[in-house]
């Protein structure tokens, strides 16, 4: 690593975006020296948040006014300490005795041992994109595994809440070589769990850790389901996950067997084109799948579009403008946020946010479709919520009442129907394959959306 006298340094741990004025960081974190050729693209990448010009600014604020298009692109946020959620920090100097990044240095540091022939189960803890891919590996090949949701020590090793347990006794004999080699493969740390009994939390063998389904997912694609959402989303099963999926369009839905799938996701769509595809008949048939046991996931689009009220499966419901936000009356102004990276706030202990061991982190949020928290609001519901409105602001850039409109609204929801659940992202955790942070997310959900 070259020294220098600005840089910035950063760790593999998840980020809430606040600032501070010390940190001390562990062995083998990195550091990137401004002061190099790309140092200029290096800063660009990594700054927390890029000021924009202010007559630019003043010229959209006047557009906006007279109802004419922004000149906005779809993003104004980026960070990739952000949207990799890792934690990092600027300094006015590069620390001393530091050591050159080569490829060998990855290499060396991805590099995992074989677990020990475990007598009771093996375990990993979750979170990770390697945890995920790694729990997809086993549940496509058929190896039955748990969900612990509860932190435990187990040998003196600690595991956080949501580790995945595979019990050997319940396995096929080749349990052992399975997850060697799929642990190696992927570069998972794994663990050889000796009994049921834990030094520290609760026993391995309590009811509370329950038995992780193999997942059957189909996802929605073809009109009017939108084309990028729908490609980000397969993107993330096939090439991140490792996870098989079929595709499916709205005619099968409205008249194909449902049955033959345990998960759904929907991208998003045009609510009202969705409706004339589904029909009431469709719409209805939709709905009995998930009060059967179906796990229906949404993004954007079609979150708006279950979050109605004649769908009947969830209570929140897409908040209306009724004033302008320059208060001279008439029609709202548009609203959509172009683009930014906001504070989001965890609020309850859920499969869903299985490995995010932090009460704050960053999140993608672009639009103009925000959601209500009912008033009956049930616990583990609003899994995660937008940062108040005075917090919620971390890159990219707000119309002025834009933090006041989402702040304390839901990024996440979810709602038991039946014996089924629906898991609503009012934004894409997935967008573009650059949110690697909130990957995580939408692999709970897939994987882990069926535990409870």
């Known amino acids: 690593m070259l020294t220098g006298s600005v840089g910035m340094l950063f760790e593999s741990a998840s980020s809430s975006g606040g600032a501070v004025t ?21 800063k660009a990448l990594l700054e927390p948040n890029a000021d924009l010009d202010s007559a630019f600014v003043k010229f959209e604020l006047e557009l906006r006014r007279t109802g004419q298009r922004n000149r906005f692109y779809d993003v104004t946020g980026w960070s990739l ?28 540091a991805v590099t995992t041992e074989a677990p020990a022939r475990a007598q009771y189960a093996y375990a990993f803890a979750p979170g990770s994109e390697a945890s995920l891919r790694l729990l997809s590996a086993l549940l496509t090949d058929s190896i039955r595994v748990w ?33 060697t080699r799929h642990a190696r493969d992927i570069g998972v740390a794994v663990a050889s769990i000796a009994s049921a009994g834990v030094d520290q939390g609760t026993d391995l063998g309590s009811n509370s850790v329950v038995p992780i389904p193999r997942p ?33 369009d709205a005619n099968y839905v409205a008249g194909g067997d449902l049955s033959a799938f345990t998960t759904i996701i929907l991208p998003s769509v045009q609510a009202a084109a969705l409706d004339r595809v589904l029909g009431d008949a469709g719409r209805q048939r939709l709905v009995d799948w998930v009060r059967n046991g179906g796990v229906l996931i949404t993004r954007e689009g079609a979150s708006a579009w279950v979050a109605q009220e004649r769908v009947g499966l969830v209570r929140t419901r897409v908040k209306r403008d009724t004033t302008r936000a320059d208060s001279t009356g008439g029609a709202p102004l548009p609203g959509a946020l172009p683009g930014v990276i906001v504070r989001a706030t965890v609020d309850s202990l859920s499969p869903l946010t299985a490995g995010i061991l932090t009460r704050e982190f960053p999140v993608f949020a672009n639009g103009v479709t925000v959601f209500t928290v009912p008033r009956d609001l049930r616990a583990g519901e609003a899994l995660i919520r937008f940062a108040p409105a005075e917090r919620v602001k971390l890159s990219g850039y707000f119309w ?43 692999g709970n959900a897939v994987l882990l959306g069926g535990t409870y």
Request: net charge positive; charged share 15%; glycine share 10%.
């Open 400 to 442: 002025p009442e834009s933090a006041a409109k989402i702040g304390g609204s839901p990024y996440l929801w979810t709602e038991s129907a039946g014996r089924g659940r629906v898991i609503l992202f009012a934004h894409d955790p997935v967008f573009r394959d650059q949110l690697r942070g909130t990957l995580p997310l939408f």
């Open 147 to 179: 969900y612990a949701p509860y932190g435990f020590t187990s040998c003196g090793q600690a595991f956080p809440t949501g580790a995945v347990v595979v019990r050997v006794q319940t396995n096929r004999a080749e349990v052992h070589d399975v997850v």
């Open 216 to 248: 059957r997912v189909a996802l929605l694609g073809g009109a009017p389901a939108s084309g990028n959402p729908f490609g980000f989303a397969w993107y993330a099963l096939d090439q991140r996950l490792g996870y098989p999926s079929s595709v499916i």
């Open 22 to 42: 010390a940190a001390k960081l562990p062995v083998q974190s990195y550091a990137v020296d401004f002061a190099q050729p790309q140092g200029h693209l290096a």
């Open 81 to 108: 300490p952000y949207t990799y959620r890792v934690d990092a920090y600027t300094v006015g100097s590069m620390p001393a005795a530091l050591a050159a990044w080569t490829p060998e240095t990855r290499a060396r």
